[in-house]
């Protein structure tokens, strides 16, 4: 848990938006954006991830995150 708890501190109204879910049975991928204005520069960003899910039991086992790091650290730049 707490894996996006921290976005608070750098984004104002940071967002992880799902736009497709790709069901694998044990493993579901969730395709999206981040989207968020720097609080540091005001530069707003709208970055793509895939999420994985593990799933074991009925609840999450693990969780493996992938995205454009490039738009999230232009938005950060002076």
């Known amino acids: 848990m707490g894996v996006f708890a921290g ?20 493993t579901i991928v969730s395709l999206g954006h981040y989207t968020g204005v720097s609080k540091s520069t005001g530069k707003s960003m709208r970055a793509q991830f895939a999420h994985v899910f593990r799933v074991k039991n009925g609840k999450i086992a693990g969780f493996q995150q992938y995205a454009d790091t490039l738009g999230t650290a232009r ?3 002076r």
């Open 7 to 26: 976005m608070g501190a750098d984004w104002e109204n940071f967002g992880a938006n799902s736009e497709e879910i790709i069901d694998g049975g044990d």
């Open 75 to 77: 938005a950060m730049e």
